[in-house]
């Protein structure tokens, strides 16, 4: 089978496209019920991103504004994830495991302070 006919098969593999949908629908609840920090952030964006819309002039600046906010919500996820899958492998105290909990948390505050500096540049231009 080569590589197009595989990629039209795919395209077409709507039972999969809906499993995946339900794992995403699943992962977000799961973030929801058991990240605090995720369910703060959460309240956040509710906030923000309609702020967002209406402060942003035009369309790249109101993707900018949301968008910032969003991505703070993906990389929570993802620490989410590294952290489940530290603490599935091991309850005790590693230096590694550490690390990786740490990278995972510095990555979600690159990630605020990224949203901060956007909605801080942009509103500044305006104002």
């Not at 929801?32 to 956040?44: C, D, G, S, Y």
């Not at 495991?97 to 505050?109: H, I, L, N």
């Amino acid at each position: 089978m080569g590589v197009m006919q595989k990629l039209v098969q795919s395209a077409g593999d709507i039972g999969r496209i809906v499993r995946a949908g339900s794992y995403s629908v699943s992962g977000l609840r799961a973030a929801l019920r058991k990240e605090a920090a995720f369910r703060q952030e959460v309240i956040l964006v509710t906030v923000l991103a309609p702020l967002g819309a209406w402060l942003g002039h035009d369309g790249i600046e109101r993707l900018l504004l949301i968008g910032s906010l969003v991505l703070v919500l993906i990389v929570e996820l993802l620490n989410s994830a590294v952290e489940a899958t530290v603490d599935r492998i091991s309850k005790k105290h590693h230096k590694l495991s550490g690390r990786a909990k740490d990278m995972g948390s510095a990555a979600v505050y690159l990630s605020l302070l990224l949203a901060m500096l956007t909605w801080a540049l942009v509103l500044f231009d305006h104002y």
